[in-house]
């Protein structure tokens, strides 16, 4: 009886917790809905009683959150895309083979990943000047062209779970090693790839300080950086904030949701990076 | 690889054909490296090295002129008032947040290891706003903290608090911004926490319940002791998330013209103020490699306590 009343306590405190965790999010989707009238409304409340789109279409008219929504596509995607290839190549290189210098460089990869872009965003801006790159697509995803973690998860993978008699075996009949990377290893790695892509994504796409930094005019701006700036300028208009907000926050949310057990353990595991 | 086929020749010619494939290989394998090698000199090793020798020179980025003035930027830093602010708020900040966020997720931890109904579900609610972008989030608690329509000023109103201007001065700033983090952060924690707790080897928990230790006490004697390592861990790893504190005081608290009534200043923000809207590269330099100092000295620990732990 008594461990019953327990468990039902820590339930009830668990759910209100719960229910504090999620209000913003809640209250973000509320006011994205409602008009403009019971967005003032007092006393306030949660659900909108006539509930509206105005806010999307307002927000989406006034700023170009369409090309905003395009640009973290894109930076996300090229970002995406160059650490899953960089990360194969150089996980596969430290998984399966040994050579002068492997261990020198692979920690070189991962004692990098030690210092957050922050110490290093204004050399690595200036840089972006002379190579004229501010402003550019390819200045935006610099720093997330490659990932220590996607390295090591990479590698973890090529280490235990790809056989090295599957590689001889390609060997003896006479394959090249890129061959035998393209054709065995890579195939073999796609979940793991996956993963990598997974914590890619979300780490382009929730950037703020560089896109920030990098992005000078208002057709680059990213998701982040364009709401960033819509609501300093229509700072009173919560019904179009919280509709910008709420399409920039879906597409993670979303990913989340979808798989969320590998990336609650991964990023408790790495911290990003 | 090694031969151990009798006959001299035989072996000798092997060796060398061993030794032209182990070539080949390591032509692979430094090709495969290539790109990755250089975009983490280009991109991360070469600006960090940068980031030091900038420091010790004064450039607005326009002139052609670069002059070397030793340690002068680090003397200017250590007297400019905008620095010392920015460094007390952002330890105030690191030190209110990461204390309650540990003993928060702690606390949500202990009963979410022993693997209660629903688990993944409330695993899943806690962790959403950490895996969410700062931005979106930032602006919703903008709303929140709203002193005259925001819900939270509405809720303690029925608590029979009377009205905060949250966003209005700066020291409630500063605890609107830690409200926000440890909401943020809290999820990430409590995730190593789990991972911790069901580490502690069953044996221990077995021998604590027949002893007949209950409750606080049990958590007390026997998880907390046998938890300290992750405890240790996960404090100095929020810490240096703490530190490097930026997107949300940006929204909710940086820039005059987007936020009511204050400035919290924090590192990264006066970083990124003196470097792009003032173009002082040099003197954001040596602001930069003193974050950078905090932030190694934190790693250092947290390889002490890592190494204990093993």
New interface residues.
Partial sequence: MGARLQLGVTHALLIAWAVVMVFPFLWMLGTSFKPAPEILAFPPHLVPRAPTVLNYVRAFQTAPFARFFLNSLIVTAMSTGVIVATSTAAGYVFGKFRFPGDTAIFMLFLATAILPLETYMVPLYLTMRDWHWINTYPGMVAPYLVMSFGVFIMRQYFRTALPDELLDAARIDGASEWRIFVRIAVPAAVSAMAAVAIFAAIQAWTAFIWPLIIASSQDMYTMEVGLAFFQQRYTIDYGAITAGATVSAIPIIAVFLFFRRHITEGIAFSGFR | MTCHTPGIPAAAARRRTVSRVAL???V???G??L???A??L???????V??LR?SVFSWD?ISRVKPYVGLENFRTLLADANFQLALSNTTAFAAMTVAASVVLALL?AL??ARR???EG?????????????????A??????Y?AR?G?LN?LLSLLGIPPVGWLLEPRTTLWAVIIMSV?KT???NM??FI?GLRAIPAEYTEAGLIDGATGWRFFRSLTLPLLMPTVLLVTV?ST??AY?V??QV??MAA?I??S?GSVVRVL?YD??EN??RYYR?GY??AE?TV??AI??AL?LVQFRVLRSRT
């Fill in positions: 080949s290989r390591y692979f394998c430094y495969m490296l790109v990755p090698t975009f983490f280009i991109f991360r090793v070469i600006p960090i940068q980031t900038l980025l949500v009963p979410l209660l109904r629903f579900a409330y695993q899943l609610i806690y962790f959403l706003p950490f895996i969410t972008p700062t931005v979106p989030e602006v919703v608690w903008k709303w929140i709203d329509y819900v509405y909401w809290l999820g990430y995730v190593l991972i790893i240096i998330g490097n930026f997107t940006y929204i820039d013209q987007g009511p990264i970083i990124f470097a792009f590269m954001a330099s930069a974050f950078f932030v190694l790693t």
